[in-house]
């Protein structure tokens, strides 16, 4: 039961909505991850790697999930990687779940054109020729 209004009281509303001065009530829903792109998988890596490369699939494909080890085993010891054109990782936190490991991980990339070889970015500093 409602209590009348004092003297000095706003009068009592039963309607939610009625907040004098106030926004409107709304639902809070829950927060959605946000995804930037789409996901690149190993297949479509093996892939564009043959396809830029020029190499078959057969030759490639090893070659690949090596790295992909090699890459993984690195970032499990916490180890900077320092890999370019890719960037410069370095793991800033590890967080051991049941399922695995999560890594909080900083990635650095220049600036530069990634059409460009890095022949033709030191050429463009006026370092080496590369033709010589």
Same mark, same amino acid.
């Given at each position: 039961m409602a209590r009348p209004p004092t003297k000095n009281s706003p009068p009592l509303s039963t309607d939610a909505? /009625? !907040?004098p001065g106030g926004p409107a009530p709304s639902v809070v829903k829950? /927060?959605?991850p946000v995804v930037a792109g789409a996901m690149m998988r190993k297949k479509e890596? !093996?892939?564009a790697v043959t396809d830029r490369a020029g190499v078959k699939k057969r030759d490639c494909k090893p070659v690949i999930e090596a790295m992909l080890a090699v890459l993984g085993e690195a970032i499990a010891e916490d180890r900077e990687l320092n890999l370019q054109p890719f960037g410069k990782l370095k793991v800033n936190r590890r967080k051991d779940?049941?399922?695995?490991?999560v890594f909080i991980c900083r990635l650095r990339q220049n600036n530069k054109n990634p059409d460009q070889s890095s022949e033709d970015q030191i050429a463009a500093k006026g370092d080496v020729d590369p033709k010589a």
């Open positions: 909505t /009625a !907040i829950s /927060a959605q890596l !093996i892939d779940v049941p399922n695995g490991n």
